[in-house]
């Protein structure tokens, strides 16, 4: 009898504590996630950011993330004039950009563009930003 006890014992900490059996759960991709990894998950973005995806979808003029990746990878101009757009996570990739126009939109933070290196104009005209800091390093700014 004390054998059996024990055996279940086992056998229920074993299936209880998930040992042996796999756990997904969609969660949301990191900063430093590529825009294609954000377009193909888009299901388990916020709101905020798959919006964002959406905007850029849109401005590449396709819906295939693949291509409308290298197309934005490639880009050294974006307009993104009154899109709506409140979270720039998925722009933060785009090293390329030397022209970014943000305005018009509900943006309040714009970490995600400090790794933008040669931005030469950026237009955060008409947005919710209280901190400019996260730009501060960007020295070729001119506009």
Known sequence: MKSTSTVALIIGMWVFSGWGWEITQAAEPSVGSSFEEL???QASLSEEVRKTVEVLLEAAGTSDCEL??????TRTEL???GKGITDITPISELTNLEVLNLSYN????I???SEL??????????NQITDITPISELTNLKE
């Open 117 to 126: 290196t040669n931005l030469k104009e950026l237009d955060l005209y008409v």
């Open 68 to 73: 409308a990746a290298n197309n934005l990878l």
């Open 106 to 109: 509900q943006i309040t933070d």
């Open 79 to 81: 307009d993104l004039t």
């Open 111 to 113: 970490t995600p563009i």
């Open 39 to 41: 377009c193909l998950q």
